[in-house]
């Protein structure tokens, strides 16, 4: 009973952060709504129904476009046909495949922060482990058969985004050299190598002007875990939770996982007790830059299909908030990968039948990740008591110290 009250406490801050930033953002939306607002004097209490009426209209178009409309999938299963079933699911299917590469990303900001180590350069890595992965894919085109290249692909893409990783972990094991700095300064070096690669014509899709590779579909393709037309879901999505899964082991049940939160608690109590503070610095950043790595592999020959230079997206930046608000667990991060998924993919209909900008869905997710940064104020905002001080986890900034 106790655990179960443990995580119901753990979980009401991130929730109600969520729920916060939305509330926040219905306030935003209800004031710019100006069709509504210029008949105040005339009408006000019609006025300001309106415009709530709008966001409820626009939360509701965010779920469905998140989720799907629950009658439209209900008549396309009764129906059989494939196409509506495609056409019913896809919303669904659309937000796993936008939480995906969030997935990896979240997992290897999570596990550099456990070790006090933070990666700002996921974006970086998750770009070179898709370089990787397309050069691997091209030059063993025709050689070898299909599942070889996509191992192989895949396989690539850990390496470089490993090796990638590696760098501004030895950089700061070896020379104290600040992690966020090389990162940052590492992921423009990634974009310009990449833009330098896409350049060279035995990359480059034939007869395009702009840095993009060859289509890489017809080489290899991560399969489809639901084989309908127009469904981009594919078993990259499953390698995600296995990620998460295998990293949750790691952190909490292996003697290494132990030394490299052990690091990220103290540097100094590591080295007391004879742990490598240094290795477990190399170590979570080389582990960090692999699974960025590997999620830039499975989308450029998974759900993308093609390099470029836009691939990535921001998608290490969001999931620096994405640990944070998981609470740097990896059950956490997969679930807040799905609310970002969410969010991101309901907020097009959202925009769409409501007239509502996309940007305002930026606003709002900054609004979320506001709120998760300053949890005493959402306490003091809900009346929620603090945890006892035996539960209190440090945060990573709190945990690490100078090398």
């Known amino acids: 009973?106790?655990?179960?009250?443990?995580?119901?406490?753990?979980?009401?801050?991130?929730?109600?952060?969520?729920?916060?930033?939305?509330?926040?953002?219905?306030?935003?939306?209800?004031?710019?709504?100006?069709?509504?607002?210029?008949?105040?004097?005339?009408?006000?209490?019609?006025?300001?129904?309106?415009?709530?009426?709008?966001?409820?209209?626009?939360?509701?178009?965010?779920?469905?476009?998140?989720?799907?409309?629950?009658?439209?999938?209900?008549?396309?299963?009764?129906?059989?046909?494939?196409?509506?079933?495609?056409?019913?699911?896809?919303?669904?299917?659309?937000?796993?495949?936008?939480?995906?590469?969030?997935?990896?990303?979240?997992?290897?900001?999570?596990?550099?922060?456990?070790?006090?180590?933070?990666?700002?350069?996921?974006?970086?890595?998750?770009?070179?482990?898709?370089?990787?992965?397309?050069?691997?894919?091209?030059?063993?085109?025709?050689?070898?058969?299909?599942?070889?290249?996509?191992?192989?692909?895949?396989?690539?893409?850990?390496?470089?985004?490993?090796?990638?990783?590696?760098?501004?972990?030895?950089?700061?094991?070896?020379?104290?050299?600040?992690?966020?700095?090389?990162?940052?300064?590492?992921t423009y070096v990634a974009k310009l190598l990449v833009f330098f690669a896409l350049r060279s014509p035995y990359l480059r899709a034939a007869g395009s002007t702009s840095p993009i590779s060859k289509d890489l579909t017809p080489i290899v393709d991560v399969p489809n875990i639901i084989n309908l037309p127009g469904l981009r879901l594919d078993y990259g999505f499953v390698v995600a939770l296995l990620m998460a899964v295998a990293v949750s082991w790691l952190l909490f049940k292996t003697t290494k996982?132990?030394?490299?939160?052990?690091?990220?608690?103290?540097?100094?109590?590591?080295?007391?007790?004879?742990?490598?503070a240094g290795g477990s610095m190399i170590v979570a950043m080389t582990l960090s830059g692999a699974l960025a790595g590997m999620g830039g592999g499975l989308m450029v020959i998974g759900t993308v299909g093609q390099l470029s230079l836009d691939l990535s997206n921001g998608i290490g930046f969001n999931a620096i908030a994405l640990a944070l608000l998981a609470g740097l667990r990896p059950s956490g991060v997969v679930l807040a990968a799905l609310l970002f998924g969410a969010l991101t993919q309901g907020g097009k209909l959202m925009g769409v039948e409501s007239g509502i900008p996309f940007d305002l869905l930026f606003f709002i997710m900054a609004l979320v990740i506001m709120f998760v940064a300053a949890p005493g104020l959402i306490r003091g905002m809900w009346r929620i008591k603090s945890k006892p001080a035996a539960e209190i986890e440090a945060t990573p900034a709190s945990k690490a110290t100078p090398a």
């Open 1 to 186: 009973m106790s655990r179960v009250t443990s995580l119901f406490r753990r979980a009401a801050i991130p929730v109600l952060s969520v729920v916060t930033g939305l509330l926040f953002g219905g306030i935003v939306i209800v004031l710019t709504d100006f069709d509504h607002l210029s008949q105040i004097g005339t009408d006000p209490v019609g006025a300001i129904g309106g415009a709530i009426g709008g966001v409820v209209d626009a939360y509701g178009a965010m779920l469905s476009g998140a989720f799907g409309d629950p009658t439209r999938i209900l008549t396309a299963l009764q129906t059989g046909d494939g196409a509506d079933i495609a056409k019913a699911i896809r919303p669904i299917t659309e937000t796993l495949v936008a939480a995906m590469p969030l997935i990896f990303a979240g997992l290897a900001v999570a596990i550099s922060f456990r070790a006090g180590m933070f990666n700002i350069g996921a974006d970086g890595q998750l770009l070179l482990g898709a370089l990787g992965a397309t050069i691997t894919a091209i030059v063993l085109a025709d050689k070898v058969p299909a599942p070889v290249i996509l191992v192989a692909s895949i396989g690539a893409a850990t390496v470089v985004g490993g090796a990638w990783g590696f760098l501004p972990g030895f950089l700061k094991a070896r020379t104290g050299a600040h992690e966020v700095i090389t990162t940052i300064m590492l």
């Open 257 to 276: 996982g132990f030394e490299l939160r052990a690091a990220g608690f103290s540097l100094s109590a590591a080295r007391y007790a004879g742990m490598s």
